[in-house]
Nanobody, 111 residues
Framework: QVQLVESGGGWVQSGRSLRLSCAAS????????MGWYRQAPGKQRELVAF???????NYADPVKGRFTISRDDAKNTMYLQMNNLKPEDTAVYYC?????WGKGTLVTVSS
């Protein structure tokens, strides 16, 4: 079992940046895939990006070119660098290893 804790959310104006962190309670070096998801008000949760242990990444089309996912296995932490934020990025962002989920961190982008 692993506990995941997201942080770094907040309120920003359109065009600005935020970096989210996902801290794990134990080593993530054995976790093959980790991902960021988001859920906007009134919408279903959707995949934002995922990263494989070998460093390969994949992004949802709405965030390609603006978001960057990374992981630091030595720190047991995954990150999501979000640049050029848009109002439609407003959501609660969650991290997951496929089995466990964090409680989320809220990102609000104003126009």
């Amino acid at each position: 079992q692993v506990q995941l804790v997201e942080s770094g959310g907040g309120w920003v104006q359109s065009g600005r940046s935020l970096r989210l962190s996902c801290a794990a309670s134990k080593s993530i070096s054995d976790i093959h895939v980790m991902g960021w998801y988001r859920q906007a008000p009134g919408k279903q949760r959707e995949l934002v990006a995922f990263i494989i242990s070998d460093g390969r990444t994949n992004y949802a089309d709405p965030v390609k070119g603006r978001f960057t996912i990374s992981r630091d296995d030595a720190k047991n932490t995954m990150y999501l660098q979000m640049n050029n934020l848009k109002p439609e990025d407003t959501a609660v962002y969650y991290c997951s290893d496929g089995d466990y989920w964090g409680k989320g961190t809220l990102v609000t982008v104003s126009s």
